[in-house]
């Protein structure tokens, strides 16, 4: 018989249910393109000290109107877009999937104080990597989500950051990205310039996608680089798109 690996008996942490808050988890007391940091010129076109991935969307109206009415319309929708983000080893894998603990209603909280940021682990270990909060309606103007990364503070043994988005349970609630009100995904430098940006809005090839893998940074000859990537996916588990840079 095979045996499971880790990450299959992580992924039952995240089963069809309520989110659990942050504030649930237990904490220990003790506990496409490619973008340079220089043009040709040597002339710095973007600052990759750090990078911020911001995520928006907005709230959709169920339709209106008489039959809206009739059929309880006019209702806003929510949707639940999450960023995520996986630090990658020199082999371009997540070396430390961190840990198990268990919640205060009793529930089992997995990858937690590892090297994948996510809304039930939203700051790294390192203090350099940090997701700012976990907007569950997409209410409110701006980046709804944002991941913080002060690149040039983080550990040599990180070498590459991949960005993911999700639509948290789209799968059973019958939602993907194009169903999305005003939705997308960007990436800024240092000094608040945009990098590259992503609409997850009114794509019909997004039809039935409720996952993309963003971008990514990677260091390269004693500095860091960007690269748009763009790759949908239609589960909605970022999990199943973890197996691909896990050990296991």
């Known amino acids: 018989m095979t045996k ?18 942050i ?23 973007y600052d990759l000290s750090s990078v911020t991935i911001g ?4 709230v959709r109206k169920k ?22 983000a996986f630090l990658l080893d020199s082999n371009g894998k997540v070396a430390n999937l961190g840990r198990t603990v268990q919640a205060n209603n009793g529930r089992q909280i997995g990858l937690y104080e590892g090297d994948v940021i996510f809304f039930n682990s939203m700051k790294h270990p390192s203090g350099h990597i940090w997701l700012t909060g976990d907007n569950r309606t997409g209410a409110g103007d701006g980046d709804d989500e944002q991941i913080i990364v002060k690149l040039d503070s983080l550990n040599e043994k990180y070498q590459k950051i991949l960005f993911v988005v999700s639509i ?8 993907h990205f194009s169903m999305v009100e005003n939705a997308f995904i960007r990436a800024v430098d240092a000094k608040g310039k945009e990098i590259t940006k992503y609409s997850l809005s009114g794509d019909s090839s997004l039809n039935g996608m409720c996952s993309m893998v963003f971008a ?11 690269r748009a990537i763009g790759e949908p996916h239609q589960t909605d588990n970022f999990v199943e798109i973890l197996k691909k840079y896990t050990y296991n």
Not at 4 to 21: A, E, M, V, Y
Not at 55 to 58: I, R, S, V
Not at 168 to 175: P, T
Not at 216 to 226: H, L, P, Q, S, V
């Open 4 to 21: 499971p690996s880790r990450l299959d008996s992580i992924k039952k942490f995240f089963p069809k249910g309520r989110k659990p808050s």
């Open 23 to 45: 504030q649930e988890i237990v904490r220990e007391p003790t506990a496409g393109g490619i973008v340079y940091r220089k043009n040709d010129k040597g002339e710095n076109v």
């Open 55 to 58: 995520l928006g969307w907005d």
């Open 63 to 84: 339709e209106s109107g008489f039959l809206g009415k009739l059929f309880g319309g006019g209702k806003e929708e929510e949707y639940d877009l999450d960023a995520i």
């Open 168 to 175: 948290y349970q789209g799968r059973q609630n019958n939602q």
């Open 216 to 226: 990514e940074a990677y260091r390269k000859d004693g500095g860091w680089k960007f």
